[in-house]
């Protein structure tokens, strides 16, 4: 028997472990190249959106939630990695199909109706590399990073309108009782409530989407860091609806009644117009406070001797 031959050169584990990684930033450059137009387009849209602004974050959120988890993820081949490949490839393509057919009809679309199909079709192309060259083991120690990126992608114009409804509604019931039970005489048709001295409107603009989406991309963000159940992370993400109808309510409960017992002319002042913030700021009390109730509950309690 012949002694074994030190000299020759064997695979290293860190080349064995990097390998896949090396795959896959090599098909997400790629494909970023191929859609370079879209990303240039995506930042522009952000850039010049308030709903949308959110968009440039996104992916620098999730690289360091991903990194976080770097020591987690166990790459290789697993069962079903082709078939989920396989699956997103498609819905990618088809997300593109259904973009070229659209436009050779003459769709006339917004911007944001645009990027919704686009950006979709490049999130789910590279999930499909992802699963071809790390495995689905590895996608699901990465599924909130990746999941989170969903957030990249505009809303289309007929789900922001339907959002702005629902809650330009239910924010004006919520100040119609927030007034009436101030005292103050209200006659409300509709959404038009007739005070004392002024009439006011709640305009689809006073819904707050923006305001909601971004406590609700918290809401998430918090859950996934600082609770440990399902259950707890439903919840805290769940109340962003009913708070952002009691910010609303009561941000036009607060304009109505300075209008009427202070000064009917704060509602043309900076409070109505960029007051957003202010509010927003306030919501984030009662949404700190269940962070913080919903921590409490997971404390493991000492069980007396």
């Given at each position: 028997m012949e002694p074994n031959d030190m000299s020759q050169p064997t695979p290293t584990a860190a080349g064995t472990v990097n390998r896949p990684w090396i795959n896959l930033g090599i098909f997400a450059g790629v494909l970023t190249l191929l859609f370079a137009k879209t990303m240039v387009d995506l930042a522009r849209h952000a850039l010049s959106s308030d709903l949308h602004s959110h968009a440039l974050l996104i992916p620098?959120?999730?690289?360091?939630?991903?990194?976080?988890k770097r020591g987690e993820v166990r790459t290789g081949s697993s069962p079903g990695s082709q078939a989920w490949a396989a699956l997103f490839a498609l819905g990618g393509l088809a997300a593109l199909a259904a973009h070229w057919v659209l436009m050779a009809r003459g769709w006339?679309?917004?911007?944001?109706?645009?990027?919704?199909?686009?950006?979709?079709a490049y999130l789910s192309l590279l999930a499909a590399g992802v699963f071809v060259c790390l495995g689905a083991r590895a996608m699901r120690t990465l599924s909130f990073p990746w999941a989170f990126l969903v957030f990249m992608i505009p809303l289309p114009t007929a789900a922001v309108d339907a959002i702005e409804v629902f809650f330009q509604h239910a924010s004006a019931e919520a100040a119609y009782l927030l007034i009436a039970a101030s005292?103050?005489?209200?006659l409300r048709t509709g959404l038009e409530f007739d005070l004392p001295g002024i009439s006011i409107r709640v305009?689809?603009?006073?819904?707050?989407?923006?305001?909601?989406?971004?406590l609700f991309i918290t809401s998430l963000l918090a859950g996934h860091m600082l609770l440990?159940?399902?259950?707890?992370?439903a919840i805290l993400a769940a109340a962003v609806i009913p708070l952002g109808i009691?910010?609303?309510?009561f941000r036009i409960f607060t304009l109505a009644i300075l209008c009427v017992h202070v000064d009917v002319d704060i509602i043309n002042s900076p409070l109505h117009h960029r007051g957003g913030p202010l509010f927003f700021a306030l919501s984030l009390v009662p949404f700190l406070a269940l962070v913080a109730f919903l921590r409490y509950t997971e404390r493991p309690r000492v069980k007396p001797n």
């Open positions: 620098l959120i999730s690289v360091y939630l991903g990194w976080q006339q679309p917004r911007p944001n109706d645009v990027l919704c199909l686009t950006v979709f005292g103050t005489p209200i305009g689809q603009e006073c819904s707050g989407i923006r305001s909601s989406l971004v440990r159940t399902q259950w707890r992370r009691i910010r609303n309510g």
